[in-house]
């Protein structure tokens, strides 16, 4: 069977034909009702459209502010009966009519909860991903909310930073994908749809790569990297149609973002074309003050004004500032005019100035309908990883009869559904424990052993260690509790928390077959722990569904598919690692001596002065893309349609894979390229294509990629983004590190 795969085309801006943007309305029709509208606004009614607020709890309270024109947007009103309320105050008993827009963070689902991100990542399914945002926007809009704060695409390279848990990880290509995908879920084929909600591509731009990982911290991203590894994702975004963008909490070299009118208004408007609108983060304009990049509140209302922020989210600097702003000439009323043209856009393609109202009976038909949670399953089976799997341990046969259920995440309704999840009930989540005790033909012996992931209470190790002396294999279900990552929540030390590796040390020395089952909301440095276990089973904090999906690995009735969307370390030491990485003028060679082999008074040069940390080496634990199987696959020879290509050519890259084990499985192709030599030092791969392929025992299918020379192009100061003749390299493999090298050259 031959696939051909042109994925790619979504997943940058510059090809994003494929990624044809949802029908926004009849645009020319919407910018004459916005003239008209903007004609009659009064210069406190159009600052009251720039205005965000978050629920105050009570209609009563925010009724007169709704009344005066004074709110354009509320957060966090998600009682429906509330929405339309304030709706029909906005509608009917305002000067002029204009809808609200509710907003909310629904991240990974609005009560329906899938992986976090980071897991939806690891399934490198797009069309499952989309999935998800599309019954996040059904359940979401039922609830009255019609604009979401996702996707997040903030690339991350660094552990420590408890929001990887809420991105798509290190690379820009699998983060423009999969926020392609999400933006499309949300938003559908028609904006106007009720069903369909306003994507919020955030934090533009950089925000991952904080100081030492410190949430809000500073970032020193320079330009190239800017453009080459930052920003890409976040083009593909608005070139897929996303309608905001969110301005983030980090000053890039000096300049908070939410002031960066290079960022907000030179490349977002003038290089790319975005016409939907601009928000700051929750009071990020606000922040500039303890920035120091601005004095007083006036000066904060015309910088973010100046550098394109339309609405401002919760720092009230436009409200309080802005009109004394333009009596004095500091700022002008078209400048004004301009940021309410964009939100008004945004509502009119919404549909809401048609009907702002939701349908107050749909929510209990929709929350947790079964296709929404046979949705959430998939996707969290599809996120597992499996890192290790000795002597097949996995997945268990029929002769396990007696199964040990240990650890503190074995039975975690709250925390198995990860961070950012305000509306996601527990009592819905369902539990390793709960759904592996459903299951016909096995017993559970259960013993937590800890009570929480911080447990230090070693009190109830021992009786761990007996349910596993008693059992036929032991899983141990170990991790973090959801607050360990997300927003504000970053680490210095992200091996397992408590007495967790106690706990496995001591379950190891049963000799019991141990299969360690991690749920985390990030890569965990659990090097000691994976040499203990049998087998490893990661999980992104698996969401609502997470239960049944590894009682389905677990029992055979899945096959794990996933592969790491983030590199993991050995040693928290060697972050930030990715695989992306330039070669450096000392590339690691590997054989290198380690701390515990250098000589005695070795020779100050005998340790070869190359790239590597002397305790810990270059290698990660695990590269990018990496992922284990309950089979096999075995990939054929590459074949080039030719060694050279045009500038403005094309590549296509065909190969047989092949199901050579016992189980059906799906394997996730990835095509990596090198450019070898570059007017700027190159990494030494770059991901391009992916693609899942599901293969009986034994099948072959002929996978072919295509590659345009165009999505080789990078970005450097004097050329900007251009296509450079040269050598490169590219490689077909299950992961980063894997296959070898092909050599072709662009002319
Ligand atoms: C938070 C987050 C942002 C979120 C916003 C609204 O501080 O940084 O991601 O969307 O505020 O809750």
């Not at 496995?504 to 049963?510: C, E, G, R």
Request: proline fraction near 5%; hydrophobic fraction near 40%; charged fraction near 20%.
């Amino acid at each position: 069977m031959n696939t051909i795969f042109k994925l790619g085309a979504c997943a940058f801006a510059l090809v994003a034909v494929a990624c044809s943007k949802p029908q926004s309305g009849a645009n020319a029709e919407i910018e004459s009702n916005i003239d008209a509208l903007l004609s009659q606004m009064t210069l406190d009614e159009k600052i009251g459209q720039l205005n965000q607020v978050s629920s105050y709890g009570s209609v009563e309270a925010m009724a007169d502010e709704v009344r005066a024109g004074r709110i354009g947007s509320i957060l966090n009103e998600i009682e429906p009966a509330n929405v339309n309320r304030l709706q029909r105050i906005a509608m009917e008993e305002s000067r002029l009519g204009i809808p609200l827009l509710i907003a909310r963070d629904v991240i990974h689902g609005f009560k329906t909860i899938f992986p976090i991100p980071l897991g939806q990542a690891a399934t490198f399914d797009p069309e499952i991903v989309r999935e998800g945002a599309r019954v996040a926007a059904a359940e979401a809009s039922a609830a009255g909310v019609r604009w979401t704060f996702s996707p997040m695409l903030d690339v991350a390279r660094d552990a420590r930073w408890g929001r990887v848990a809420e991105g798509n990880g290190e690379d820009p290509y699998l983060t423009s994908v999969m926020g392609v995908a999400m933006v499309r879920g949300y938003q559908g084929d028609t904006l106007g749809n009720p069903a369909s909600i306003a994507a919020c591509a955030k934090h533009f731009v950089g925000y991952g790569a904080a100081e030492s990982g410190k949430d809000y911290n500073s970032t020193n991203i320079p330009p190239a990297q800017l453009h080459n590894v930052y920003l890409p994702p976040f083009e593909a975004a608005a070139a897929a149609g996303a309608q905001t963008i969110m301005s983030s909490f980090n000053d890039n070299d000096g300049v908070p973002a939410t002031g960066n009118r290079a960022l907000l208004t030179d490349i977002l408007r003038g290089e790319w074309g975005f016409d939907g609108f601009v928000v700051t983060d929750w009071n990020s304009a606000g922040e500039m003050l303890s920035h120091g990049f601005c004095a007083d509140s006036a000066e904060v209302a015309t910088k973010a004004l100046n550098a394109g922020v339309d609405m401002d989210m919760m720092s009230f600097a436009f409200v309080k500032e802005l009109p004394r702003l333009v009596k004095e000439g500091r700022v002008s009323e078209a400048q004004i005019d301009n940021a309410v043209r964009n939100i008004l856009r945004v509502k009119y393609r919404l549909g809401l100035f048609d009907n702002p109202y939701v349908d107050e009976s749909l929510r209990d038909s929709v929350f947790y309908a079964p296709s929404h949670l046979a949705a959430a399953k998939q996707a969290a089976t599809e996120s597992a990883v499996l890192l290790k799997n000795d002597n097949h341990v996995l997945p268990f046969g029929s002769n396990v009869k007696r199964i040990a259920v240990v650890g503190p995440m074995a039975d975690a309704p709250h925390d198995q559904m990860g961070t950012w999840v305000f509306d996601g009930d527990k009592d819905k989540s369902i539990t390793p424990l709960t759904a592996l005790r459903e299951r016909k033909g096995i017993s559970i012996n259960y013993a937590p052993g800890l009570a929480y992931s911080r447990d230090n209470n070693k009190a109830g190790i021992a009786q761990a260690v007996a349910a596993a002396r008693q059992s036929d294999v032991v899983v141990a279900f170990v991790g973090e509790e959801a607050i360990l990552s997300g927003e504000a929540h970053s680490l210095a030390d992200i091996s397992l928390k408590g007495a967790q590796r106690q706990l496995i040390a001591d379950l190891s020395a049963t000799g019991k077959p141990l299969v360690m089952v991690v749920m985390a909301g990030r890569p965990l440095t659990i090097a000691d722990e994976v040499a203990k276990a049998d087998a490893v089973l990661y999980m992104f904090h698996p969401g609502t569904m997470g239960g049944p999906a590894i009682a389905d690995l677990l029992l055979g009735d899945a096959n794990p598919s996933g592969k790491l969307p983030m590199t993991f370390p050995r040693m928290v030491g060697q972050v930030p690692i990715y695989y992306a990485h330039n070669n450096t003028g000392r590339p690691c060679y590997g054989s290198e001596a380690l701390i515990n082999d250098i000589p005695l008074e070795a020779g100050q040069t005998s340790l070869g002065n190359t790239s590597y940390h002397l305790d810990a080496g270059f290698d990660p634990l695990f590269p990018f893309g990496y992922g284990q199987s309950y089979t096999t696959f075995a990939y054929g020879e590459p074949h080039l349609s030719a060694d050279h290509i045009a500038k403005d050519g094309k590549l296509t890259v065909d190969f047989d894979l092949t199901n050579t084990g016992d189980y059906e499985g799906a394997e996730v192709a990835q095509l990596y390229v090198r450019d070898l030599h570059g007017s700027l030092a190159r990494p030494v791969k770059e991901l391009k294509r992916f693609q899942r392929v599901n293969l009986k025992p034994g099948e072959t299918q002929h996978v072919t990629f295509e590659l345009p020379a165009e999505d080789l192009a990078f970005w450097n100061p004097e050329e900007k983004r251009h296509v450079e003749p040269g050598q490169f390299q590219l490689w077909v493999a299950g992961d980063s590190q894997s296959g070898q090298p092909i050599a072709f050259t662009i002319e």
